[in-house]
């Protein structure tokens, strides 16, 4: 059985090679940027024909089901987490029914709630050269993710108040590396981030864990 994952952390890519660092995995890391044309080569379109990283190719026993190719970023780190991780309590993975309904709901509550606006403050406020950035563009999309904030903000002063720490459970999960991937990306809306101290104090936790720093080290390289 071998693991490979296409893509760089500095993209959507970050939430599978995170998962997989989380969870301890052999993996072969193919650098695959989204710029330059890498993933519109023959051999790229061969395993997705969208053209976009990441992916991840799964090469098991043909007793296991053979190779099993997954793309879209938040497919590929839940795969991981049910197919690769152990439900023991311990690990990222889900360990019941309700963790994974957990895991399921805010991962796609991030890709369609936030993502886009998340995006948009992030290359606005810091990723684009200051030539480019349109301040405004910014400042509408932080208006707009007001309303999510609010949402995962109550959710996570709930799970405070229960004493747990995270999405999902007392420990962090894959749910936590899913949303926590779209949502540091608003982190240069400062005003934002402090209106929220529960979802920063906790935004804060995720990207601090010595997974993410390792991927975002040999993530370019």
Known sequence: M???IYGIAASRASRPLWAATELG???KHVT???AG???RTPAFLAINANGHIPVVVDQRSPEEGGETVVWESMACALYLARHHGRPDGASITPANPREDAEALR??????TEAEADALTV???RMAM???RRKPELAAAAERRLAVPFKVIEQHLQRQHDQGQGYLAATRFTVADVCVASVLNWARPAR???AAHPFTRAWLMRCVQRPAYRAIHAFGEA
Do not use: D, E, K, N
């Open 25 to 27: 995995l052999a993996f």
């Open 191 to 193: 005003g934002l981030m």
């Open 129 to 131: 050269p200051a030539g």
């Open 122 to 124: 992030l290359m606005h």
């Open 32 to 34: 695959t940027p989204y």
């Open 106 to 111: 805010w991962s796609f509550w991030a890709v």
């Open 37 to 39: 044309g890498a993933t």
């Open 2 to 4: 071998s693991l490979t």
